[in-house]
């Protein structure tokens, strides 16, 4: 079964039009991606030759795994990147205390994995430990936590923010973390609060 990409309007003041088209671009690369890897496994996976050392099989399935954690990922991080903040919601503040003490001790850990990350910082529920934390990915699939539920997703991959920073990493953080729009946060929080 194929999946589609979804529709999603530019209104960040984050990221320049260009940049945002360009990640666009990216992703639905990853949506071509996962279908192709679908269609093979669905065809022609070749499960004989299977092993743990290389096999097409092995290939497939660690292609499959990154893909669509591409795919959920940059949708997270679509939704999530906005045009203004507005307030942070009850619930998650009530998490960000609990957390980490205050909504200030919540964003300086944040703004720390984020420049520690190379692929994707993220806030998330702990579902086997009931802990909400930020994390770091360093690739789509490497790091991330398996029962994680993703509240924040923040990409840190060098496409998401050289166009318009360059270097300037504290630069887009910061931007990024001064337009989270609050209110998808509280939606995706009560799922999980």
Request: some cysteine; aromatic content about 12%.
């Amino acid at each position: 079964m194929d999946i589609t990409a979804k529709e999603f309007p530019y209104n960040t003041g984050v990221v320049s039009r260009k940049a945002y088209d360009d990640h666009i671009t990216l992703y639905n690369g990853y949506i071509k991606k996962t279908n192709e890897v679908t269609e093979i496994l669905a065809t022609n996976p070749e499960y004989a030759t299977s092993n743990a050392t290389y096999s097409h099989y092995r290939g497939l399935k660690k292609g499959e795994t990154y893909a669509i954690n591409g795919v959920i990922l940059h949708e997270l991080y679509f939704q999530n990147l906005g045009n203004e903040a507005g307030p942070i919601g009850p619930i998650v503040q009530n998490i960000m205390n609990r957390s980490n003490g205050s909504t200030d001790n919540w964003k300086e850990d944040f703004i720390a994995c984020a420049n520690a990350a190379r692929g994707w910082c993220l806030f998330v529920y702990e579902q086997r430990t009931g802990t909400y934390r930020n994390i770091v990915l360093d690739s789509h699939e490497d790091g991330n936590i398996a029962t994680a539920y993703p509240l924040i997703a923040l990409d840190m991959y060098e496409h998401a923010y050289y166009i318009d920073y360059g270097t300037d990493k504290a630069a887009y953080i910061n931007r990024f973390i001064s337009n989270i729009p609050w209110n998808i946060i509280e939606k995706r929080a009560k799922i999980v609060a």
